[in-house]
């Protein structure tokens, strides 16, 4: 397989090919489009606006910050834990102004989740929402960071409307647990801290680390994987290529409901939309439908991101349903199968089709896309440009067109490695003909058959991954923590459909002591973010296994298919 059998395949305005190394940096980019754009809005959020221009002076202060303040070198690692908030560009950015390499962290994340990803990337510095920096607080005295910046809602609020969400935010609606984290700062006094001194350019290359986004991978404890300033670049080059085919350059205000700190919404909202002067309407809480709403019909939107669970849960609102959809161009699906029910759905409701991609962590992450005006449903579309796809077999030979096999994929936006496992890096590309080493095609885990008009369609999971609701639940995970409980003997996890997120976390325990479906879910709920809890629990004497000993996850996922013929 070959990049010219996918460029053979693509429609005539296709982009084929990208420049990888157009800017010597995401700064180098970020430079360039906050000047070309500096008056129009970057971003919105609560109704208030954050312009190019003001993306540019505030990220800079708080780079400045890092820099004389704290004295952070370029290289070392700080930790951002937000949700979809104007401070959220600001402090990306400002962080990689400075050089820094940037750890995205889930808001919703646990303490054991916190300490580990903490530890484990060597972060110094944690910029963390009021909302949940009480957990901070119990974390950070077990890891090396050094400072932490705290902020509110509605910090980049001017004076009153700023004290008017913070207050309700912690007075009325109670989401502000009291916390003291010793020598923390708010961001709003780190920014006029920062504003006194003059923010010292840092001279970036493109083969630098710029965020290390942690994933699972494919399998085994979450690890970070290097995302280089190229990668990113890379991805963005390859989807501004596709979304041209429907956007405009300046004039385009794209929903952003799904997290920033996730890399697919990331990279089209932080990277692709603001490289074309593009606005970002972003959602803090999504989950808030009726908010969401009344979001939606404030605002004019000519773009939607978003992944299949949300999709249904908006169409089947009859608020939404009353939308204006005149002015939707594009809608564009990732990070969990888009099904058929969902996508006529959302034609029906929108007078719009939904353009489905595929991608990983480790890809920056898109890795093929249905061209706008070329979709077909049912598939994850062709390769992006400058990318080659291929899949192979159990013992990594090449399989013909049409033949399913584990999807490998080789371009420019292929991630560095894992952060300090070389061993897991190795293990995650394909060898070379001798079987050493070889870091070109990533191997997916994904079990794919690439059609001979060069689109791909995904037909099964190599490994045991579950998604929920387009987040990645890893078993093992699931089952070490269960198996702590004083009561259980063995477990084993896999997922189970589900009508609103997709899959579901099923667990199957074999019980030693007095335990119930609810001691199980309570235990999980001190030690697992929300959505890797398990919604079902069976109690079984007995798990099947190997002659070895070894749980049988996917006997255990054939019976529940049978159960659902």
């Known amino acids: 397989m070959n990049e010219q059998f996918f460029q053979d395949r693509y429609p005539k305005n296709?982009?084929?090919?990208?420049?990888?190394?157009?800017?010597?940096?995401?700064?180098?980019?970020?430079?360039?489009?906050?000047?070309?754009?500096?008056?129009?809005?970057?971003?919105?959020?609560l109704d208030q606006q954050l312009t190019f221009g003001e993306l540019d002076r505030l990220s800079g202060q708080f780079a400045s910050y890092l820099q004389h303040d704290l004295q952070l070198q370029p290289g070392d690692r700080l930790a951002i834990q937000l949700p979809n908030i104007l401070q959220y560009p600001v402090v990306i950015f400002g962080a990689m102004r400075a050089g820094l390499i940037v750890v995205n962290t889930n808001p919703l994340y646990t303490e054991r989740e916190m300490e580990h990803q903490f530890n484990d990337s060597g972060v110094k510095a944690l910029v963390v929402l009021a909302n949940m920096a009480s957990k901070a607080e119990k974390v950070v005295p077990?890891?090396?960071?050094?400072?932490?910046?705290?902020?509110?809602?509605?910090?980049?609020?001017?004076?009153?409307?700023?004290?008017?969400?913070?207050?309700?935010?912690?007075?009325?609606?109670?989401?502000?647990?009291?916390?003291?984290?010793?020598?923390?700062?708010?961001?709003?006094?780190?920014?006029?801290?920062?504003?006194?001194?003059?923010?010292?350019?840092?001279?970036?290359?493109?083969?630098?680390?710029?965020?290390?986004?942690?994933?699972?991978?494919t399998t085994g404890v979450a690890k970070g994987a290097m995302l280089t300033h190229r990668n990113?670049?890379?991805?963005?080059?390859?989807?501004?290529?596709?979304?041209?085919?429907?956007?405009?350059?300046?004039?385009?205000?794209?929903?952003?409901?799904?997290?920033?700190?996730?890399?697919?919404?990331?990279?089209?909202?932080?990277?692709?939309?603001?490289?074309?002067?593009?606005?970002?309407?972003?959602?803090?809480?999504?989950r808030d439908i009726p908010?969401?709403?009344?979001?939606?019909?404030?605002?004019?939107?000519?773009?939607?991101?978003?992944?299949?669970?949300?999709?249904?849960?908006?169409c089947n609102n009859p608020d939404f349903r009353a939308l204006d959809f005149s002015g939707l161009k594009l809608t564009i699906s990732g990070g969990m199968a888009l099904t058929s029910g969902a996508a006529k759905l959302w034609n029906e409701v929108t007078g719009t089709d939904i353009a489905e991609g595929y991608g990983m962590t480790e890809t920056s992450p898109v890795v093929s896309f249905n061209p706008p005006g070329h979709i077909q449903l049912g598939t994850i579309g062709m390769p992006v440009a400058s990318t080659v796809c291929k899949t192979v077999d159990a013992d990594g030979n090449d399989l013909p067109i049409g033949e399913p096999g584990e999807l490998c994929v080789k371009g420019p936006q292929v991630m560095k490695g894992y952060w300090k496992r070389e061993a897991a890096t190795d293990e995650s590309f394909l060898p070379d003909a001798s079987g050493q080493p070889a870091r070109e095609w990533l191997r997916t885990g994904d079990i794919a058959v690439i059609q001979d008009d060069g689109y791909m369609r995904i037909v099964d999971r190599k490994k045991d991954m579950i998604i929920v609701s387009g987040f990645n639940v890893y078993p093992n995970e699931v089952e070490d923590v269960i198996a702590l409980?004083?009561?259980?003997?063995?477990?084993?996890?896999?997922?189970?459909?589900?009508?609103?997120?997709?899959?579901?976390?099923?667990?199957?325990?074999?019980?030693?002591?007095?335990?119930?479906?609810a001691d199980i879910r309570a235990w999980c709920k001190e030690r697992l973010t929300a959505y890797k809890i398990?919604?079902?629990?069976?109690?079984?004497?007995?798990?099947?296994?190997?002659?070895?000993g070894k749980i049988l996850r996917r006997e255990l996922r054939d019976e529940e298919k049978a159960k659902q013929a």
């Open 142 to 217: 077990r890891t090396g960071i050094k400072h932490v910046i705290v902020t509110e809602i509605g910090d980049m609020h001017p004076f009153l409307k700023r004290h008017l969400i913070n207050a309700v935010l912690k007075y009325v609606k109670k989401q502000v647990p009291a916390y003291h984290i010793a020598g923390s700062i708010s961001l709003r006094d780190a920014l006029s801290k920062g504003a006194a001194q003059p923010y010292r350019k840092v001279e970036l290359q493109n083969d630098d680390v710029a965020v290390l986004q942690y994933t699972g991978g």
């Open 291 to 314: 908010g969401f709403i009344k979001t939606l019909q404030n605002n004019r939107f000519t773009a939607f991101v978003g992944l299949n669970t949300l999709f249904v849960a908006l």
């Open 14 to 45: 296709y982009p084929g090919t990208i420049d990888a190394d157009k800017y010597s940096s995401v700064i180098d980019l970020f430079d360039r489009f906050v000047k070309r754009f500096d008056q129009r809005p970057a971003f919105l959020c």
């Open 232 to 286: 990113l670049i890379a991805n963005m080059l390859q989807c501004h290529g596709l979304f041209a085919m429907a956007l405009k350059e300046g004039v385009e205000t794209a929903v952003a409901p799904l997290p920033l700190y996730h890399i697919y919404a990331f990279t089209v909202h932080c990277m692709v939309l603001l490289e074309t002067g593009n606005c970002s309407l972003l959602i803090p809480n999504p």
């Open 485 to 517: 409980h004083p009561a259980v003997t063995e477990v084993a996890a896999i997922g189970v459909p589900d009508l609103k997120s997709s899959e579901a976390v099923k667990v199957f325990v074999v019980a030693k002591g007095d335990v119930n479906e």
């Open 534 to 548: 398990p919604k079902h629990v069976e109690f079984r004497s007995e798990l099947p296994k190997t002659n070895v």
